[in-house]
């Protein structure tokens, strides 16, 4: 490997392009609007792509426990889940629970998941509006 002093003679480039950028614009770092533009349209539509991705995320493993509540089914294993296309790491929102076990939440369903399983899967009644915790399981609410 090797090191070296970065000369600040070395010359700017557009981040775009990649061209030089004329000493006299320094602390530019495009060199022109349609660069400057492409690039930004570029970040946008990444973030674009990255945020349909996830909702797709969401919403697939939405229907897959949806699907499992509407079976009875409130626990299988987590290998199961990822062959119908679950996917573990996207979720809506996590809780640290008593005992310092955590459940995760997609929109109103909650489960825990451990490295091999999900369970305790449930919906969650509806939010009580001076709820604390919009998504706290209501026990003593009588059963529909
Ligand atoms: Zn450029």
Known sequence: MEYGIISSMEPHRCL??????????????FCCDSCRNRYHNAEKRQLRVYRRRIGNRLERNYTILEGLLAQGVDSLPLSDLQLMGFSPET??????????????????????????????????R?????SPHPYAR???????
Not at 16 to 22: A, H, K, Q, R, S
Not at 97 to 116: A, P, V
Not at 126 to 130: E, G, L, N, R, V
């Open 91 to 124: 979720v809506t929102g996590y809780f640290l629970k008593q005992r310092r076990s955590l459940e995760l939440g997609c929109y109103d369903i909650l489960y825990k998941q451990s490295g091999t399983k999900v369970f305790d899967l449930h919906r969650v």
């Open 16 to 29: 775009e392009c990649g061209n030089v950028i004329p000493h006299m614009r320094t602390g530019k770092i």
């Open 126 to 130: 509806s939010p009580a509006k001076d």
């Open 138 to 144: 209501d026990d003593t609410a009588p059963l529909p």
